[in-house]
């Protein structure tokens, strides 16, 4: 049985070409072949049997292009995007859903026993979702291709700094999927469509929304092009001339964005450019297992740390005494204090706080509080500078819900071999369908506790 490569040909790659096997998966999901100097191909999977020719050299290892799957693994399934292969969003639309999970929970075994030198107490069943249609947040490039006479817009290419050219995306939810090429015929006729080399998508319950980064003030007349595009496609829009404080709707504001969580009654607003987990079914999954795992009681009280609008948060102070949540990013923080209020939890305090330094008590009067538990969502660099506040805090249980498995790995070796702290049960979340990205989360229980049980 032969697969061809979409892209591959000529005589040159054909005379240039080497029939090897797949020996595994790189953690950025390409394929990795040993023959002579390892060799990393993009689309080729574990076991297969392939044709390809090496790109690009390097000290330690070789690029190599795929040509041909000579011998498929039965785990290949045809990928069903149109755009595969060139828009580097997705990477692993070839492989299954299953396996993808399985790559992934494996890539989070490896990065614990390697780095970390722990293992759970149990293994978490992976939280999946929908794999089509559950972006709702993305950031597309945009950019006027003088050779084509249009604006193209989509993710990067796979293996160029260039935009891709899409007509939809299969991973954006809907509306925002299908709205590609619409939005890049609509760039195409403003007189500042090299101007314009950004878009933020947000989609909300109740709205979706495009921030169009723009470099140059549009006149009159593109204003009302774009507000004709707004007004047939039903999506707001929104300029930025400048920072993120320069974000301004075109047009009436509306009511705000938000998204509900039906399980804990809470709704959350948020503006078009804030952080929000990327899917929307995921994330409520995630809350749950969040409070299934602390089992916060009538008496807890719980620190979220990274907190950002409330995700979490106001989620625990519907079941917990009280909830702290500190975030570094002031208009978070307002944010959550304003969903707070909107959802009449008057349980939870939020406060402002550089976690990027050791935090200290005369200038965090969260820190004088007591915590049974305690929740981290840091970004991808983790949360080193705050592992030793966690441990002195002494909680009972500390979850940990990491974008990041090296990072992850690092500081769960910090909080089990210095501070005494047990790794409970840790698992993978699919946050982000055919990509590499792995998300996941870690329960440990307190030295305290631990003794206590012993």
């Known amino acids: 049985m032969s697969v061809a490569a979409s892209g591959a040909g000529g005589a040159a790659a054909v005379a240039a070409a080497e029939s090897v096997t797949v020996d595994g998966l790189t953690h950025e999901g390409e394929g990795v072949v040993h023959a002579g100097k390892t060799v990393f191909v993009a689309g080729a999977l574990p076991g297969e049997r392939i044709r390809m020719r090496r790109?690009?050299?390097?000290?330690?290892?070789?690029?190599?292009?795929?040509?041909?799957?000579?011998?498929?693994?039965?785990?290949?399934v045809t990928p069903?995007?149109?755009?595969?292969?060139?828009?580097?969003?997705?990477?692993?639309?070839?492989?299954?859903?299953?396996?993808?999970?399985?790559?992934?929970?494996?890539?989070?075994?490896?990065?614990?026993?390697?780095?970390?030198?722990?293992?759970?107490?149990?293994?978490?069943?992976?939280?999946a979702g929908p794999a089509w249609g559950y972006r709702r947040r993305a950031r597309l490039g945009a950019k006027f291709v003088r050779k084509k006479g249009q604006v193209v817009v989509g993710f990067r290419e796979r293996a160029a700094p260039y935009v891709?050219?899409?007509?939809?995306?299969?991973?954006?939810?809907?509306p925002a999927g299908d709205l590609i090429a619409p939005l890049a015929q609509m760039l195409t006729g403003l007189t500042i469509r090299e101007h314009v080399p950004q878009i933020e998508v947000a989609v909300a319950d109740n709205a979706t929304a495009l921030v169009l980064r723009v470099l140059k003030t549009p006149p009159d007349a593109d204003l009302e092009r774009l507000?004709?595009?707004?007004?047939?496609?039903?999506?707001?829009?929104?300029?930025?001339?400048?920072?993120?404080?320069?974000?301004?709707?075109?047009?009436?504001?509306?009511?705000?964005?938000?998204?509900?969580?039906?399980?804990?009654?809470?709704?959350?607003?948020?503006?078009?450019?804030?952080?929000?987990?990327?899917?929307?079914?995921?994330?409520?999954?995630?809350?749950?297992?969040?409070l299934e795992l602390l089992e916060p009681e009538g008496s807890s009280r719980v620190l979220d740390l990274f907190c950002g609008l409330g995700n979490f948060s106001l989620a625990l102070a519907r079941h917990a005494a009280h909830v702290t949540g500190v975030e570094?990013?002031?208009?978070?923080?307002?944010?959550?204090?304003?969903?707070?209020?909107?959802?009449?939890?008057?349980?939870?305090?939020?406060?402002?706080?550089?976690?990027?330094?050791?935090p200290a008590t005369d200038s965090?009067?969260?820190?004088?509080?007591?915590?049974?538990?305690?929740?981290?969502?840091?970004?991808?660099?983790?949360?080193?500078?705050?592992?030793?506040?966690?441990?002195?805090?002494?909680?009972?249980?500390?979850?940990?819900?990491?974008?990041?498995?090296?990072?992850?790995?690092?500081?769960?070796?910090?909080?089990?071999?210095?501070?005494?702290?047990?790794?409970?049960?840790a698992g993978v979340v699919d946050m982000f369908p055919h990509t590499a990205h792995v998300e996941s989360l870690a329960l440990l229980s307190g030295a305290a506790r631990t003794a206590a049980r012993a």
């Open 227 to 290: 507000a004709a595009f707004a007004a047939t496609h039903g999506v707001r829009l929104y300029l930025q001339p400048g920072g993120l404080d320069s974000v301004r709707p075109l047009g009436p504001a509306g009511e705000p964005l938000h998204y509900r969580l039906p399980r804990f009654d809470v709704e959350l607003q948020f503006e078009p450019t804030d952080f929000v987990q990327v899917n929307g079914a995921i994330n409520e999954a995630l809350v749950a297992r969040a």
């Open 364 to 425: 965090c009067p969260w820190l004088r509080q007591s915590y049974s538990h305690v929740l981290l969502d840091p970004p991808r660099t983790g949360a080193r500078e705050v592992l030793a506040t966690v441990a002195a805090l002494a909680p009972r249980r500390v979850l940990y819900i990491s974008c990041h498995p090296g990072s992850l790995a690092r500081d769960l070796g910090v909080l089990v071999h210095e501070h005494g702290f047990t790794l409970d049960a």
């Open 55 to 76: 790109t690009r050299r390097h000290r330690q290892h070789d690029d190599g292009e795929l040509l041909e799957v000579l011998e498929p693994s039965p785990l290949r």
């Open 328 to 358: 570094g990013e002031g208009a978070l923080i307002e944010r959550a204090r304003g969903n707070a209020r909107r959802n009449g939890i008057a349980n939870a305090e939020f406060h402002t706080g550089n976690l990027a330094v050791p």
């Open 80 to 127: 069903r995007c149109v755009h595969y292969g060139l828009c580097g969003g997705c990477l692993l639309q070839h492989l299954s859903p299953a396996a993808q999970l399985a790559a992934k929970q494996q890539e989070l075994k490896d990065n614990l026993e390697r780095v970390a030198k722990v293992t759970p107490g149990r293994w978490l069943a992976p939280l």
């Open 164 to 174: 891709a050219q899409l007509a939809n995306c299969e991973v954006l939810q809907k």
